[in-house]
């Protein structure tokens, strides 16, 4: 199962309060994270290296896309 | 991961030893760099407000701006965007203003006062913290401002070149121009040292993402110490550059631009803290954000620049004889004001 999480044009930290809250409601589910800005990027990147999450980041644009999935933590 | 969090404590020290030692080139006592004092400072120069004792065009601040933006642009992370709820920003940025300068002194600030020995800062930091953990719990609900969108590359150079003509005003003082002959507003360091540190330290909190809210928000919201950790460096910073230019005052009486009243310096940074974290960021991350292109950030800086007009316009700024006037009142009717924005703004209301 994966999950996809819209949080384009949102500023920090709810980007890393949606992630956090599908991580806590979805724990053995792979999460998608849709994404624009550098600083969301890096504080999604590191709530998921935290929560013991494996995380790939694809770029397209202006845009990334981070698929977090869930590690042995 | 690790290497940003060495550079933010090296970011974190160095920020805080430069703004207590610009104590020792001018800047008024426990003030070396107050991002909410300087942006009243500002206010006054432009004529905003009528208090004499705090005009001043602090180049501080435009070095701040025009700083992060270099950076931004060096690092390729300038993004114009906007069009989150600008007039909810302003408004939250009047407020969190207003509870600053109700305590005298932004989240910054609060810790330079605590490193100089003034424990009526203990109170500030105590409300910081109330004020970020009802945040998070408005946060935590579903709260948020909306999203924001791309826009044109020249919304997003406007602030900075908003700071090129405050600087320009700086050097060559037109006559429209206020100056405080005495008090607070009179006391700085040279305006290119002052420029210098504001370019290096914007630089670095543009880098590191510093906020002095967000610190405290994170240790609870996301058990992260990542932002924290500029916090505490920066108190260590600044308490050795005192340490070493005899600086420390311990205790809670005569405490320079301060007043010994806890109550209201509590209640005036909940209300700061709890509007910054709403907002996503204190006064120093708000600035960093406009510089890189995020014009709500932009509108939340005139948020708080009306918001000083209006703290001593109308009584609500403090001195160092104790709360305004009617202080007390606006951060009551703040409180309210921030809670009902957070409660109704949300996802699930």
Redesign the interface.
């Known amino acids: 199962m994966s999950l996809e999480i819209d949080v384009?044009?949102?500023?920090?930290?709810?980007p890393?309060?949606k992630t956090?809250?599908a991580m806590e409601k979805s724990p053995a589910d792979t999460i998608v994270v849709l994404l624009?800005?550098?600083?969301s990027k890096?504080n999604v990147?590191?709530?998921a290296?935290?929560q013991g999450y494996r995380s790939k980041v694809e770029q397209a644009g202006?845009e990334y896309k981070l698929i977090l999935e869930p590690g042995s933590k | 991961m690790k290497n940003k969090k060495y550079l933010m404590i090296i970011a974190g020290l160095l920020f805080g030893g430069l703004a207590a030692y610009m104590t020792k080139l001018g800047n008024p006592g426990n003030m070396g760099i107050c991002v909410a004092c300087f942006y009243r400072d500002i206010a006054g120069a432009l004529g905003f407000h009528q208090a004499a004792v705090v005009q001043y065009l602090r180049p501080e601040i435009m070095g701040l701006c025009l700083g992060a933006f270099l950076s931004a642009l060096f690092f390729g992370e300038f993004r114009a965007r906007g069009g989150s709820n600008p007039l909810v920003r302003f408004l939250l940025g009047v407020f969190i203003m207003i509870g600053a300068l109700v305590f005298l002194g932004c989240p910054v600030r609060a810790v330079i006062r605590l490193a100089g020995g003034d424990l009526n800062a203990l109170s500030a930091i105590a409300g910081i913290v109330v004020g970020a953990l009802i945040g998070i719990y408005f946060l935590r609900r579903g709260f948020n401002l909306g999203r924001a969108n791309s826009t044109y590359k020249t919304a997003g150079y406007l602030m900075p070149l908003l700071m090129v003509v405050l600087l320009l005003f700086a050097i060559f003082q037109p006559q429209f121009i206020f100056n405080s002959v005495k008090g607070p507003g009179s006391m700085h360091a040279p305006l290119v040292i002052a420029l210098v540190v504001g370019l290096i330290i914007g630089m670095l909190a543009q880098k590191t993402r510093m906020c002095f809210v967000g610190g405290w928000r994170d240790l609870f919201l996301v058990k992260d110490s990542y932002l924290f950790s500029g916090i505490a460096a920066f108190f260590v910073g600044a308490l050795v550059v005192n340490f070493l230019t005899g600086a420390v005052n311990i205790g809670f009486e005569g405490q320079p631009v301060a007043h010994t009243n806890q109550l209201w310096s509590f209640m005036g940074m909940v209300l700061c803290g709890l509007g910054c974290t709403l907002l996503g960021g204190c006064p120093l991350r708000q600035t960093i954000l406009a510089a890189e292109g995020d014009t709500d950030a932009s509108v939340t800086i005139l948020g708080i620049v009306a918001g000083a007009a209006v703290s001593h316009n109308f009584l609500l700024a403090s001195s160092g004889t104790g709360t305004g006037v009617f202080g007390p009142t606006a951060v009551v009717t703040g409180l309210v004001f921030l809670c009902c924005i957070g409660f109704f703004m949300s996802e699930t209301a």
């Open positions: 384009r044009g949102l500023s920090c930290p709810i890393v309060v956090k809250q624009e800005t550098e600083v890096e990147m590191r709530l290296e935290n202006n």
